[in-house]
């Protein structure tokens, strides 16, 4: 299959501190920074790509970079596969993540978690890989 080694959909956020939104993902769900274009000021982040260390990444900027997007902050939902939802609900808590639903089974056979950045984005993480 074509590029069965790369990601191919990429979600898309925008902050209104992308710096400090940057920051939060790193320390509270462990996404890993893989490229950060600053503006032209240093609370102003172009591009930004954080890669999701089970596979998978996302991209994301500051709303007032003016990239011709439409996002609007606090605005977006994503969710990422884990094996390890507890533990991982256990270390966004401690990063500073509100908690909109705790880690559960779900009655299709996974188990999950969702909580909310401080700007307002709800991130679902949990074991369903799809069907």
Same mark, same amino acid.
């Given at each position: 299959?074509? /590029?069965?080694?790369?990601?191919? %959909?990429? #979600?898309?956020?925008?902050?209104? !501190?992308? #710096?400090?939104?940057?920051? @939060?993902?790193?320390?509270? @769900? $462990? @996404?890993?920074?893989? %490229?950060?274009? #600053? ?14 260390? *089970?596979? /998978?990444? %996302?991209?994301? $900027?500051s709303a007032s970079a003016g990239e011709g997007h439409a996002i609007r902050? /606090?605005?977006a939902a994503v969710y990422l596969v884990t094996d390890t939802p507890d ?5 966004? %808590?401690? $990063?500073?993540? *509100? ?7 779900? !009655? ?6 969702t909580v909310r950045d401080p700007e307002g984005n709800e991130w679902s @993480? /949990?074991?369903?890989? $799809?069907?």
């Amino acid at each position: 299959m074509p /590029g069965e080694n790369k990601t191919l %959909v990429w #979600p898309v956020l925008a902050y209104e !501190d992308a #710096p400090a939104g940057i920051r @939060f993902l790193v320390n509270a @769900f $462990g @996404f890993q920074e893989n %490229v950060v274009y #600053p503006g032209e000021t240093p609370d102003v982040v172009v591009h930004a790509e954080l890669l999701w260390p *089970e596979g /998978g990444g %996302v991209m994301l $900027g500051s709303a007032s970079a003016g990239e011709g997007h439409a996002i609007r902050p /606090g605005g977006a939902a994503v969710y990422l596969v884990t094996d390890t939802p507890d533990e991982l609900f256990d270390q966004a %808590v401690a $990063g500073g993540a *509100e908690v909109v639903l705790a880690p559960e089974d779900k !009655d299709y056979g996974a188990r999950g978690f969702t909580v909310r950045d401080p700007e307002g984005n709800e991130w679902s @993480f /949990g074991t369903y890989a $799809g069907g």
